[in-house]
C-alpha cells in the first residue's frame, strides 16, 4: 500500500536519493529541507511528479505534516561543513530529532533517524558492533557532530521507552556516490573532483587512516528494509564492511580518472579516528540485507557522474 512520507534533509546526498527511491515504489513524498548543503537540483527532476513535494524550512522550528512514516535526514554530514556553524549543527540534529519524533507521536507513524558510525568516535573495538559504546571527545570539533548524533539516539530511545513510538536508528557509515557536493570537503568527493581537474590530491596525516565505504544505492536498500519490518528497532550498522586507507582510496581514484595528479600531504584535522570498519551481523540477519557495489565499481559510477556535472 502507497505511504505519506517525510523525508527531511530530502534534497541533500542521501536524502534525494531516498526521495528517488520511495517515489519509485509508489509512495508521496514530501521533502524538507532548508538548502544548507543540499540543493534544489537534486530533486528538480521530481517537481512536477504529482506525488512529491519541496518544502523549504528548518527542522529547528516545529512543523505539522500528516504523514505515515518520517526519516529524518536533516544535518550537514561532512566535517567542514559541520564545523562551519557548530552551534547550528548540534541544534539541528537534536531539535531536529525533537521536532520529528514530537510529530510521529501526535501522528503515530513510524520514525527514523539517520545516526552515524560517529557515535563510535575513534574506536577502540575494531569492527565497530551496535553494542560498542563509542570513545567520543564531548569538547573537541568532531562533538557538535559526534554528541548531536549521540543525544538525538538517546532521544528516539527515549520516546521509544516513555511514549511507545515506533522509531528506527540506521548508524550510517561512510556513503558516496553521484550527488555528493563536489565542495562538500568528504574524502571521496574531494579525491574524484581533484584528480579530474588535474589538482594535487590532498592526503590528510599519512593516510594510514581506515575507511568502510557504502555505495549510496546499498544503503538506501538498508534504509527501507529496517523502516518497513516489525522487529528491529535499531540502532543497526549499515555499511560496506570493505576497508580501505585513505592512500589506497586516492590509488583507486587516480587509475580511474588518470591524469596527472600527485599526492600532497596536509596535517592530520583534529579528532579523526584512525580506524572505521561496521559489524553488518544485525543487518544481515535481521534484515537479510548486505551490500553489493563494491568501490572499483561505486567509484567508477561516481567519477562518471562528476566528470558530467563538472564537464571535466
Ligand atoms: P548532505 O549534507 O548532503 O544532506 C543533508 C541535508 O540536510 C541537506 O540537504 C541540508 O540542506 C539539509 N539540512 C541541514 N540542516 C538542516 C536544517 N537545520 N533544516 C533542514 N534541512 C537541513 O549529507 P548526506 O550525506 O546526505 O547525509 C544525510 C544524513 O545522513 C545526515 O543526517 C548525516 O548525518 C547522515 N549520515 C551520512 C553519512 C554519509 O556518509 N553520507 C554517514 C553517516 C551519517
Ligand atoms: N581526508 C583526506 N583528504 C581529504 C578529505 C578527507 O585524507 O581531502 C581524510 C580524513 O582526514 C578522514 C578520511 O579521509 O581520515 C574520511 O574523511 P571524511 O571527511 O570523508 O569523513 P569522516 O572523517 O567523517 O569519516
Redesign the pocket.
Given at each position: 500500500m502507497s505511504k505519506r512520507i517525510l523525508v527531511t534533509g530530502g534534497a541533500g546526498f542521501l536524502g534525494s536519493h531516498l526521495c528517488d527511491k520511495l517515489i519509485a515504489q509508489g509512495d508521496d513524498v514530501i521533502c524538507l529541507d532548508n538548502y544548507f548543503t543540499g540543493a534544489k537540483d537534486n530533486v528538480a527532476h521530481l517537481v512536477d511528479h504529482p506525488r512529491f513535494e519541496r518544502v523549504r524550512h528548518d527542522v529547528i522550528d516545529p512543523f505539522k505534516f500528516e504523514v505515515d512514516q518520517i526519516y529524518n535526514l536533516a544535518c550537514p554530514?561532512?566535517?567542514?561543513h559541520y564545523q562551519y556553524n557548530a552551534i547550528k549543527t548540534v541544534k539541528t540534529s537534536v531539535m531536529g530529532a525533537i521536532n520529528c519524533l514530537g510529530l510521529a507521536k501526535r501522528l503515530g507513524a513510524r520514525v527514523f533517524q539517520a545516526s552515524t558510525?560517529?557515535v563510535y568516535g575513534d574506536p577502540e573495538v575494531h569492527p565497530q558492533p551496535e553494542s560498542y559504546w563509542g570513545k567520543v571527545n564531548p569538547i573537541g570539533i568532531?562533538s557538535c557532530y559526534d554528541e548531536g548524533k549521540r543525544v538525538a539516539e538517546t532521544l528516539f530511545m527515549d520516546y521509544h521507552r516513555q511514549n511507545n513510538v515506533d522509531i528506527r536508528i540506521a548508524r550510517i557509515f561512510?556513503t558516496y556516490g553521484p550527488r555528493m557536493n563536489p565542495d562538500d570537503?568528504?574524502?571521496?568527493s574531494?579525491?574524484i573532483v581533484?584528480a579530474l581537474r588535474g589538482e594535487d590530491?590532498?592526503?590528510?596525516?599519512d593516510?594510514t587512516?581506515t575507511?568502510s565505504f557504502c555505495y549510496v544505492e546499498d544503503l538506501l536498500e538498508g534504509f527501507v528494509r529496517l523502516m518497513n519490518q516489525d522487529e528491529l528497532t535499531g540502532p543497526i550498522n549499515i555499511g560496506n564492511p570493505c576497508e580501505f586507507t585513505?592512500l589506497e582510496?586516492?590509488e583507486l581514484v587516480l587509475k580511474q580518472v588518470g591524469g596527472t595528479s600527485k599526492l600532497v600531504y596536509?596535517p592530520?584535522?583534529g579528532d579523526?579516528?584512525k580506524q572505521?570498519q561496521p559489524d553488518i551481523s544485525l543487518a544481515k540477519k535481521g534484515l537479510n540485507w548486505e551490500p553489493s557495489v563494491q568501490l572499483e565499481e561505486g567509484l567508477e559510477r561516481t567519477v562518471n557522474y562528476f566528470r558530467e556535472k563538472l564537464a571535466l
Amino acid at each position: 500500500m502507497s505511504k505519506r512520507i517525510l523525508v527531511t534533509g530530502g534534497a541533500g546526498f542521501l536524502g534525494s536519493h531516498l526521495c528517488d527511491k520511495l517515489i519509485a515504489q509508489g509512495d508521496d513524498v514530501i521533502c524538507l529541507d532548508n538548502y544548507f548543503t543540499g540543493a534544489k537540483d537534486n530533486v528538480a527532476h521530481l517537481v512536477d511528479h504529482p506525488r512529491f513535494e519541496r518544502v523549504r524550512h528548518d527542522v529547528i522550528d516545529p512543523f505539522k505534516f500528516e504523514v505515515d512514516q518520517i526519516y529524518n535526514l536533516a544535518c550537514p554530514a561532512s566535517p567542514p561543513h559541520y564545523q562551519y556553524n557548530a552551534i547550528k549543527t548540534v541544534k539541528t540534529s537534536v531539535m531536529g530529532a525533537i521536532n520529528c519524533l514530537g510529530l510521529a507521536k501526535r501522528l503515530g507513524a513510524r520514525v527514523f533517524q539517520a545516526s552515524t558510525s560517529e557515535v563510535y568516535g575513534d574506536p577502540e573495538v575494531h569492527p565497530q558492533p551496535e553494542s560498542y559504546w563509542g570513545k567520543v571527545n564531548p569538547i573537541g570539533i568532531r562533538s557538535c557532530y559526534d554528541e548531536g548524533k549521540r543525544v538525538a539516539e538517546t532521544l528516539f530511545m527515549d520516546y521509544h521507552r516513555q511514549n511507545n513510538v515506533d522509531i528506527r536508528i540506521a548508524r550510517i557509515f561512510n556513503t558516496y556516490g553521484p550527488r555528493m557536493n563536489p565542495d562538500d570537503g568528504r574524502v571521496v568527493s574531494n579525491f574524484i573532483v581533484q584528480a579530474l581537474r588535474g589538482e594535487d590530491i590532498t592526503i590528510y596525516g599519512d593516510g594510514t587512516q581506515t575507511r568502510s565505504f557504502c555505495y549510496v544505492e546499498d544503503l538506501l536498500e538498508g534504509f527501507v528494509r529496517l523502516m518497513n519490518q516489525d522487529e528491529l528497532t535499531g540502532p543497526i550498522n549499515i555499511g560496506n564492511p570493505c576497508e580501505f586507507t585513505m592512500l589506497e582510496l586516492a590509488e583507486l581514484v587516480l587509475k580511474q580518472v588518470g591524469g596527472t595528479s600527485k599526492l600532497v600531504y596536509k596535517p592530520l584535522p583534529g579528532d579523526d579516528p584512525k580506524q572505521r570498519q561496521p559489524d553488518i551481523s544485525l543487518a544481515k540477519k535481521g534484515l537479510n540485507w548486505e551490500p553489493s557495489v563494491q568501490l572499483e565499481e561505486g567509484l567508477e559510477r561516481t567519477v562518471n557522474y562528476f566528470r558530467e556535472k563538472l564537464a571535466l
